[in-house]
């Protein structure tokens, strides 16, 4: 006992110079007059209308991050951050009633390197007297359909860090604000509330859902947003903006509006005070019906406005006065400048009781065939390349750790994770990643996360270097997935090094591009492994094109350790001469299926999926284990996308918008040209449906989970018709018009063909009105069986049909779906004048429905975090250590380590998470210990402190607003605690965030 005390007080004392470099704690000695504490004063008994001035600044939309800051190409689009800025500095410092709120810190902190030390410290105080104030203040506004929840945390950390630093508790957004996302995720409220925020704001949701809202009002409410954490946890108070994020009509003065100005002097023939002052009260009093309390909100700006911040305050400062006056004649309207955290304590000094909402608002529709549920699949090669950049961070976040110093400044160079933080953090913005930006902005996009993974690459062969005892040059190949490697395709013998970012250990195929045709392989203890040499398919043949040469893959499995890496020793046995490099052409379509060669089924130990022989489809799935079969046939299809070309009423399909001009799709071909693959290794059933369709079905020998490797593309177009391409699953599952999707890849929603569940639809759009965003699964399911589809990036699905799921994978569209982004969705390049190819895979899994999260819970962060396979040519040097575990012994299944990345010199930033939900598994939904002491095998931890999940506040000095909800609590299980400072406690789908104060063993 007195160790342990003395451990404590050791810890606490070594980790207190960390503390006070850190500005997370409000100063005693500060003065400043931020936050609540700068709102002005309200009068009771009065309709208070608070005036938010505000600009709204994609990161990138028309145009790239860079031409937004500087304003270029304003042939394109007039907008200009820089000015922005700089114009509504000028103005706050003329008159200090004026207030104005600014969101994106990617803008915000380039703006900032910019400016003299004179005009920071004068920022600052404009920021510590609450005239500027920062809202929500992510690197950006991310998009709350297609993100993943751990690419959100870390580009919110990245902005709340840099506010953090440079401001202090005055830079601290009170409010979470996504004015412009196309829908808005249960998980994201979640987050927002573990994050420390008092409220959330936004502009969008569905119409018929506002309408009885408007009726109920219930536009202000309680998000309820986890069935898992005990109230109020994951509680946020929750506002829908009366005018999305516009001004009310008649009252944009900004240099881009046509709006009149108030013309005030009596003498002057356009005199219009009255009439302004007239229509403002009216516009005030029929809002204020709509709303519960005595306090509005009215946004006073929108799309990169404010670049002439004179025009809009020269104006809002005589509206307030003008309305104001009227008070001396009984109006009881008061008109003040505001922010949304001073909107918000007005709501909260009010002490009403509001609806309580647990579901999430998707999909979203701003008219009756109008639902913005194509972009949950829009641009599907960006929102894979996305995906796979987010997992190679978290592994250079990992190595910058566990190699140390050197793996920023190594014997390869110098390496950063910063420029691909960066490049994710901006990625992940509402019109980015979501895929509803112009074309040359989305190739701006993938160019930043390629130049991330370069500076990523010199990092981790730093890391590597270190770790392994060798410096031996290292090799990337990044098109694996198209059987391209160079290094394999000529080597004789090399080695392959696999890192694991998982806290679990991993077993997992590896397949790379060979000329040989019998190859040796050795692992990290010189045992023998199993390989196989497989045919390089017709399809993957064309899509590479003359990038390689490989005429075989050489498939393996590997077995990497926890957090760490194993090498594999490969020599060639017997070769044969590489052939020409030709473009290969793809086989003539049937006319006939061709015969499985007598090959019904594929099968290891685990599953057994049989196939038609007629159509060479697949027919059954079947779980050896559980004894469990179900009929399953799996095809292509696609639906023909409304063009509007006839008719100006007819909403066409977009990047935004998801129209079919049917509910019936076309089958792409009712059989599929097939050839089997059977090796001791992998079972293949490579599948063709026609010239732009192919799949392969593919088990491995010690997997649980079925791969279907589709490859789509180029969607041909020549019939003038738009397509949008689907694979549809059909089962013999009794889903009774249910299935389910996952938010944001944490917790699982349950959604129901045509019914919202808290308000009646009226159903205008029977497919697209059902479709959801899939961010990592989905799922079908009766008493007895589950069939759950993995995705390896986010999509839009649905379940049209009773035991149906159907995923929609690409989108080739000729018009615009007139949302602005101004052009149609249709993606060439260079490479691929035709269209673009994409290639996916899904994983299904077949298990009882009481056992099935054990399974689709760590498949789906195994394809979230993927293994990182990196080469060394030749022999390795004798004194190599071939495999490494950055921590002392594996985590149990429900522990995910979320964050593990480099935060200061001598303190790592941690998150650990809880990775199943409440009562979704008998033996994984219930509290799990970690001891943070015992936790990494090179790092010995001297000191911690727990932290709100951004970041950027202590956890026991976050405060937040209570609020009361119509129905009160719901029960949760009472967890216990953590057992010491050491030894912290993870309760079902609970993320705890921690500094580590450590020093390298």
């Not at 926890?562 to 020409?580: C, F, W």
């Not at 689907?726 to 089962?731: G, N, V």
């Not at 060439?828 to 299904?844: A, F, I, K, M, W």
């Not at 149990?892 to 930033?909: C, E, F, M």
């Amino acid at each position: 006992m007195a160790s342990t005390v003395l451990q404590l007080v050791s810890a606490l004392l070594l980790f207190q110079s960390c503390v006070f470099c850190l500005p997370l704690g409000q100063d005693v000695h500060d003065t400043s007059s931020c936050g609540y504490k700068s709102c002005h004063a309200t009068i009771p008994n009065m309709l208070n209308v608070h005036l938010v001035p505000h600009t709204h600044d994609d990161v990138g939309w028309l145009k790239t991050v860079d031409q937004y800051f500087y304003g270029d190409r304003n042939d394109i689009q007039h907008a200009g951050v820089q000015y922005i800025l700089d114009s509504v500095v000028d103005q706050l410092l003329k008159n200090p009633d004026r207030r104005f709120i600014y969101v994106e810190t990617a803008f915000f902190y380039r703006w900032w390197k910019t400016q003299s030390s004179t005009m920071q410290q004068t920022v600052k105080q404009l920021v510590n007297e609450g005239r500027l104030e920062f809202v929500n203040g992510g690197w950006c506004m991310s998009d709350e359909a297609t993100t993943h929840y751990s690419a959100v945390i870390d580009q919110m950390t990245m902005g709340l860090r840099f506010l953090n630093d440079t401001f202090g508790p005055c830079g601290r957004p009170r409010v979470a604000w996504h004015i412009d996302p196309f829908g808005h995720a249960r998980e994201h409220a979640s987050m927002f509330a573990q994050m420390g925020y008092d409220g959330f704001f936004f502009g969008r949701l569905d119409y018929q859902d506002r309408n009885t809202r408007i009726m109920n009002l219930d536009q202000e409410l309680l998000w309820r947003a986890s069935d898992s954490l005990t109230p109020p946890m994951a509680d946020l108070f929750t506002g829908i903006l009366p005018n999305g994020y516009n001004p009310p009509e008649g009252f944009c003065w900004d240099q881009s509006c046509d709006d009149p100005p108030i013309r005030d002097d009596p003498d002057l023939e356009d005199y219009n005070v009255d009439d302004v002052v007239t229509r403002f009260r009216n516009i005030a009093t029929k809002q204020a019906a709509v709303y519960k309390s005595k306090h509005i909100i009215m946004t006073m700006g929108s799309d990169f406005q404010y670049e002439n911040a004179n025009l809009w305050y020269k104006n809002l400062d005589k509206l307030i006065r003008y309305v104001n006056a009227q008070q001396a004649n009984g109006s009881r309207i008061n008109v003040l400048y505001s922010t949304p955290s001073c909107y918000l304590q007005e709501l909260h000094r009010a002490n009403l009781t509001w609806a309580l909402k647990t579901d999430d608002f998707f999909p979203y529709a701003d008219d009756a065939h109008d639902f913005w549920t194509g972009y949950f699949t829009s641009r599907p090669a960006l929102k894979r390349y996305e995906r796979l950049s987010n997992s190679y961070l978290q592994t250079c976040n990992q190595l910058e750790v566990l190699g140390g110093q050197v793996s920023r400044n190594g014997v390869f160079g110098e390496g950063d994770s910063q420029t691909m933080r960066k490049a994710m953090a901006v990625a992940q913005h509402h019109d980015a990643v979501s895929g509803t930006e112009k074309q040359h902005v989305a190739n701006d996009y993938a160019r930043r996360l390629a130049i991330g993974w370069q500076h990523c690459q010199v990092l981790v062969s730093n890391s590597l270097a270190a770790l392994t005892g060798s410096s031996a040059q290292r090799m990337y190949c990044e098109n694996l997935n198209i059987s391209v490697c160079p290094l394999t395709e000529a080597s004789k013998k090399f080695s392959v090094n696999v890192y694991n970012p998982l806290a679990r250990p991993v077993t997992r195929a590896v397949r790379l591009p060979v000329n040989g045709t019998l190859y040796s392989i050795s692992d990290a203890n010189g045992i023998p492994v199993d390989c196989q040499v497989v045919p390089v398919s017709a399809a993957t043949q064309t899509l590479r094109g003359e990038r390689g040469y490989a005429v075989n893959e050489l498939v393996f499995q590997v077995q990497a350790p926890p957090l760490g890496y194993t090498t594999y020793s490969v020599s060639l046995l017997q070769s044969r001469p590489p052939p020409a490099p030709t473009q290969p052409r793809p086989p003539p379509a049937p006319t006939q299926p061709r015969p499985l060669a007598g090959v019904a089924a594929i099968q290891n130990k685990f599953l057994r999926a049989t196939f038609d022989p007629e159509t060479g489809l697949l027919s059954s799935l079947s779980n050896l284990e559980t004894r469990q079969t179900i009929k399953l046939t799996q095809n292509f299809y696609w639906y023909n996308a409304s063009d509007g070309n006839n008719s100006a009423s007819i909403q066409p399909s977009g990047a935004y918008i998801f129209r079919p001009n049917s509910s019936t799709p076309f089958i792409i071909s009712k059989t599929a040209k097939t050839e089997s693959i059977q090796t001791s290794v992998v079972q293949e059933v490579r599948q063709w449906f026609g010239p732009w369709v192919s799949q392969v079905v593919r088990l491995y020998a010690h997997s649980r989970s079925l791969e279907l490797e589709w490859t789509v593309g180029p969607v041909p177009i020549d019939d003038h018709l738009g397509k949008e391409v689907i694979t549809r699953l059909d089962t013999s599952i009794d889903s009774a018009g249910i299935f389910y999707t996952d938010s944001n890849g944490r917790e699982v929603l349950q959604r129901k063909k045509d019914f919202r569940p808290t308000w009646k639809l009226i159903q205008s759009e029977p497919i697209a009105g059902n479709y959801y965003p899939i961010n990592s699964r989905a799922y079908i399911k009766d008493n007895d069986d589950q069939l759950t589809v993995v995705t390896d990036r986010s999509q839009g699905g649905s379940s049209i049909y009773n035991g149906s799921l159907e995923i929609m994978l690409h989108r080739r569209l000729l018009y615009d779906d007139v949302r602005g982004v101004a052009e149609p969705l249709n993606e060439t390049s260079d490479e691929y004048p035709q269209g673009l190819v994409v290639r996916g895979s899904l994983l299904l899994s077949l298990e009882p429905p009481r056992s099935a999260a054990d399974a689709h819970r760590p498949l789906a962060q195994e394809t979230v975090l993927q293994p990182l396979v990196t080469f060394t040519d030749g022999d390795l040097h004798p004194n190599t250590r071939l495999e490494f575990s950055g921590l002392q012994a594996a985590l149990p299944p429900a522990v995910h380590l979320l964050t593990v990345s480099q935060w200061d010199r001598d303190s790592v930033l941690l998150r650990v998470e809880h990775q199943f939900q409440a009562s979704e598994s008998k033996e994984h939904s219930l509290p799990v210990a970690v001891d943070l002491q015992k936790l990494f095998s090179t790092l010995e931890v001297l000191g911690v402190s727990e932290l709100n999940l951004s970041a950027n506040q202590w956890k026991d000095e976050m405060k937040r607003f209570d609020w009361k909800s119509h129905t009160g609590e719901q029960p949760l299980p009472k967890w216990p605690g953590d057992s010491s400072v050491w030894e912290v406690t993870l309760k079902p789908m609970e993320i705890r965030t921690f500094l580590l104060r450590v020093s390298h063993r």
